[in-house]
């Protein structure tokens, strides 16, 4: 069974880097895309962006600026990194395997979250 | 971009009702169409993908349908366990997009 878990600060600055890592088991990481999503408090599901397993990223143009995310095939990690945070970036970050297969794409496998909070 | 728009945003129902939950895209998706169901303090768990398709491990009274831009996710009986929220997600072009989501409640 594929499960997955982020972990990094659960505490960030305003202006500073926001890093956060999704460690991957019961599975290869390097057979998949693999995706960031967050959600605010009370709000709903936003996108934040995905790296294939080609090594393509697709990031949300909102955030494209300011997002950067990597795979770490020895580790069975994926990163992101969100640099100049503000409050509003405060939110459930979660990590997501995307199944590609046949034209069709959706998160299959999620871990369980992790709050951000943006604060200085 | 495309814009995915759910309705209602809320509802409320009875143990034993039918609900159905619609996502209008702001463009032609095929059937590039996902629903998720979330519950307080837990990560979105994928019900239904390609617009019609169950995923493995969910209950048969959840169903979904249409094509397009226009998509419904139909829970046949509601039960206990099905009071959460539910989002729409696109897939046919980047950025994938969410729904608001739908707030199932207890009537």
């Known amino acids: 069974q594929v499960q997955l878990q982020e972990s990094g600060p659960g505490l960030v600055k305003p202006s500073e880097t926001l890093s956060l890592t999704c460690s991957v088991s019961?599975?290869?990481?390097?057979?998949?895309?693999w995706s960031w999503v967050r959600q605010p408090p009370g709000k709903g599901l936003e996108f934040i962006g995905y790296?294939?397993?080609?090594?393509?990223?697709a990031y949300s143009p909102s955030l494209k600026s300011r997002v950067t995310m990597s795979v770490d095939t020895s580790k069975n990690q994926f990163s992101l990194n969100l640099t100049s945070v503000t409050a509003a970036d405060t939110a459930f970050y979660y990590c997501?395997?995307?199944?590609?297969?046949?034209?069709?794409?959706?998160?299959?496998?999620w871990g369980q979250g992790t709050l951000v909070t943006v604060s200085s | 971009d495309i814009q995915m728009t759910q309705s209602p945003s809320s509802l409320s129902a009875s143990v034993g009702d039918r609900v159905t939950i619609t996502c209008r895209a702001s463009?032609?998706?095929?059937?590039?169409l996902n629903w998720y169901q979330q519950k307080p303090g837990k990560a979105p768990n994928l019900l239904i993908y390609?617009?019609?398709s169950l995923q493995s491990g969910v209950p048969s009274r959840f169903s979904g349908s249409g094509s397009g831009t226009d998509f419904t996710l139909t829970i046949g009986s509601l039960q206990p366990e099905d009071f959460a929220t539910y989002y729409c997600?696109?897939?046919?072009?980047?950025?994938?997009?969410f729904g608001g989501g739908t707030k199932v409640e207890i009537k």
């Open positions: 390609a617009a019609s």
């Open positions: 997600q696109q897939s046919y072009s980047h950025p994938r997009s």
């Open positions: 019961g599975g290869s990481i390097s057979n998949y895309d």
């Open positions: 463009q032609s998706i095929g059937n590039y």
């Open positions: 997501a395997r995307l199944y590609y297969g046949s034209g069709l794409h959706y998160f299959d496998y």
């Open positions: 790296m294939s397993n080609g090594g393509s990223t």
